[in-house]
């Protein structure tokens, strides 16, 4: 190994170890096409919530938006494992809810996901 190439695995240790690396983030940001239609990421409601500042606030609860009984009841709120759980199978995970939306089958594709939303601050 010569001193050019060294420092760049160390990069890519770093990157392969980060559990939410930027290549998890930029493929969450292509998957996340199938949620743009309904969920801004500029504050503003549409068809569904805005998911800016989505990790750490309580389900239900994003101002302005007129949520389903369901999901205003969920009780918890959205971490990685409640995101995951809820992407992968949106009734299961909160029964009664009226997102439209089927779920992401890929648990790859839902931890991009869940790191691009993590982002949005
Ligand atoms: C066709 C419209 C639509 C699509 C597509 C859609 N959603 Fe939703 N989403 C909604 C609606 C409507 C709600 C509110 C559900 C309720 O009140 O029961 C919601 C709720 C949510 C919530 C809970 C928000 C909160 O503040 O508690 C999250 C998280 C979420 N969606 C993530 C996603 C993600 C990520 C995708 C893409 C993989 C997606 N949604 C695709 C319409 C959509």
Redesign the pocket.
Known sequence: MNKTTFPLVLALLALAGDPASAQDVAAGKA??A??S???SIDGSNG???S?VG?TG?K????PGFR??R??KGAGFS?DEKT?SA??ADPQQA?PG?????SG?ADAQQRRD?IAY?ATLK
């Open positions: 998957a996340f199938q949620c239609a309904c969920h068809a569904g919530p998911l989505i606030r389900a239900g609860t994003f949520f389903s369901a999901m959205w995101l809820y992407l909160v809810n009226v997102m439209p939306f992401v996901l939303l």
